[in-house]
DNA sequence: GTCCCTTTGTGAACCCATGCACAAAGTGGG
DNA sequence: CCCACTTTGTGCATGGGTTCACAAAGGGAC
């Protein structure tokens, strides 16, 4: 999908006549001239929001309500409403959002204007299913290359893709602008690829690998970890079935303590 | 790897004897059985504390300072100290923790000690890459099944598991103690599935499918959306790269505004 | 036993996030 | 033009999470 960048709707033939009401918009806009602190829980929501304008805007709606938009991207429409309102006043009241507007809104507030190279380190089988997600292009990124330490593997064409080798990790980043790269690595060896990718001159980083990456200051790193989130889950599914059949099974310490 | 349950170290042979001091203890333990209100941002952290510790036992680390366990993890140490302390008093001052001693409970805790029959369902790249996945069985989850609703894939064999088709769900749920499960199908299905699924009796679902579920009170939810954490990252990204050019590109709205 | 050193566990202050509730602002009908 | 209705944007209260800083507790030397 292609973001467009539309006129405001509520504002749409009117180009020189501004009301009194408008022009105290532009004037106070300066004043504050897009806060620069986004809250990070925010920015966290921005992308639900935006998964469900596209769907709304694929089944042609115009305009949404807080209200609605809300629910189909489940959170509270409070929240929705303070959300949005820390990218500016987008919305227009007695009548919502244009989906249209809102979509390129966000999509310019994350930078999903411009198309990102990506470089995929680590072709196992988590490495292959990412680079053949679909998700990645439809929203501004690009897979730019796949690399892997792997002699067996280097050579292999993976979603029209060539594997190449992690030597040419360097090159690769610097004739391709790449600047977020996924690690997908084993384990043993994220830390080392991530030095040479930070001194490469990469800032973002998307960490599979179950370790905790130490980075200088500056680079952010998000991690996504399978095993954390099914442990995660399983506390909760541990509390519920205690809950069902009174209480935990009590294993607790001092067992001869109990005695007493 | 197996987790044994060893007594408390600071306790090692005495079993009948105990000071005033440790009666103390005992006796009060009572009054608060456990605080059953752990924090989620701590039960978030556990995991994290849990592997970094399995990495210390089997470098062969008997005891381990607050300070050296939360560098090991990436957070505070006062953070650390207060989630463990959520648990119960495990330290021991002047000294640390007993690593084996605190693997013990914080398994304990997440409900590790018993093992969990998971359910694969959609069994396309991804699928494929989460059953190959080496940390779930390390971590006391077993994968019981993988179900495809492409008759294409039903009958391959995978991490030596038979794809079976998604008409066995609910009998697959049933006869083999499948309590959690994890959605890895295409988004149009994932809604479909969840429901059978919830139905069958499941409480805990990982998500991988980029839709918000609806799910009745009391299922939990857990979703992993690798594009949202890119576009995460890519909001990042575009902030820093900003800063350095001398901020945005300020293609803001009704450009004609400006020129009053 | 006493002293000193290390490290835990936690009270308290601070910060961020959530959600309520309402005034302000816009639409549409008559 | 006026009124009734809808919906946004936000002030404020509440709550949870993080961090500091320190008293309490244990270990070890002598």
Chains 1, 2 share one sequence.
Do not use: C
């Amino acid at each position: 999908m292609t973001v467009a960048s539309p006129r405001h709707p509520s504002r749409p033939g009117r180009a020189g006549r501004l009301s009194p009401l408008e022009l105290r918009h532009v004037i106070r806009r300066p004043s504050q001239p897009r806060e620069r602190g986004i809250p990070e829980a925010t920015v966290a929501r921005l992308p639900l929001y935006l998964r469900a304008l596209n769907g709304m805007a694929e089944r042609g709606l115009a305009t949404v309500s807080s209200e609605d938009l809300a629910a189909a991207a489940g959170v509270n429409s409070a929240k929705l409403r303070k959300d949005l309102s820390h990218l500016g006043s987008y919305g227009t009241r007695g009548v919502g959002y244009d989906v249209e507007y809102l979509i390129y809104q966000i999509s310019r507030e994350l930078g999903l204007t411009q198309d990102w190279a990506v470089a995929i380190v680590g072709v196992g089988n988590l490495g292959r299913a990412l680079a053949n997600y679909g998700g990645f292009v439809s929203r501004g990124f690009r897979v730019a290359a796949l690399l892997d330490a792997d002699p067996e593997v280097v050579g292999d064409h993976i979603a029209g893709l060539n594997v190449e080798h992690i030597d040419e990790l360097e090159a690769v980043i610097g004739q391709r602008g790449v600047s977020i790269v996924v690690l997908a690595t084993p384990a043993a060896a994220a830390q080392q690829v991530a030095d040479r990718v930070v001194a490469a001159g990469v800032t973002s980083i998307l960490n599979f690998a179950p370790v905790v990456l130490s980075v200088p200051e500056g680079v952010d790193i998000r991690k996504v970890d399978l095993s954390i989130e099914l442990q995660i889950l399983a506390f909760h599914e541990q509390r519920k079935t205690d809950r069902m059949t009174g209480g935990p099974a009590m294993a607790d310490e001092w067992p001869e303590a109990v005695d007493l």
